[in-house]
């Protein structure tokens, strides 16, 4: 089959779009607010774009806590969600008023970085400390804007739990990671962890 985008006349049940770049990885985005409250949510348009700098990205479909946040004070945490915390994840991205602290709501331990003031998730396995380098508002063809607000970071330090560390590495069949699939659906990168070796030439 085949379908443009400017119509988007698939003729599915859902649009397929989000279902073909999968796996993503989730972003467990925590900020705190000028006012001093704390925000925590899920962003599953998340990845890193940078090894040097380390610079990793969130993008939100429309402005939300998280993006107005980081944007207003500079910094972010991002978490690890693995496989033992997605009931707490799923419970974080509830549709609540500024102000209302997800972690309190998933039942979660907000633990402040070492070098950024904003909350990560103390049960997390890993968790990133980011300074905002930019925010865009991406365009379109024809300069169309789009909605979504695009949020980059710098890395700034990483908290790792040794329980997934085994000979010098972290272990994902232990890290358990959560990916966002498409449509609901979910998998974790720990059921079927396997190498490979890129070609030398």
């Not at 698939?10 to 972003?27: E, M, Q, W």
């Not at 969130?58 to 915390?85: C, D, Q, W, Y």
């Not at 699939?181 to 720990?190: I, K, L, R, T, V």
Request: charged residues 20%.
């Amino acid at each position: 089959m085949f379908y443009t985008t400017d119509l988007n006349q698939h003729g599915l049940a859902h649009d397929p779009f989000k279902a073909i770049v999968a796996p993503r990885p989730i972003g467990w985005i925590g900020t705190k607010g000028r006012d001093g409250s704390l925000n925590l949510s899920p962003y599953s348009f998340f990845n890193i774009v940078s090894d040097n700098p380390k610079i990793v990205m969130f993008s939100s479909s429309t402005p939300k806590h998280s993006s107005r946040n980081a944007e207003e004070t500079g910094v972010f945490t991002a978490s690890l969600v693995s496989r033992n915390l997605i009931e707490p994840m799923n419970a974080s991205s509830a549709p609540v008023p500024y102000g209302v602290n997800e972690f309190d709501l998933a039942g979660l331990t907000p633990k402040f970085g070492e070098l950024v003031d904003a909350p990560y998730v103390a049960e997390a396995y890993a968790a990133l400390e980011c300074k905002v380098t930019e925010v865009l508002r991406p365009k379109g063809l024809n300069e169309t804007m789009s909605e979504s607000v695009i949020v980059f970071g710098q890395v700034v330090g990483i908290h790792i739990s040794e329980a997934i560390l085994r000979d010098g590495r972290i272990d994902m069949g232990l890290a358990k990671p959560v990916a966002r699939m498409g449509y609901m659906d979910y998998a974790d990168g720990g059921s079927d962890v396997f190498q490979l070796q890129r070609p030398t030439r």
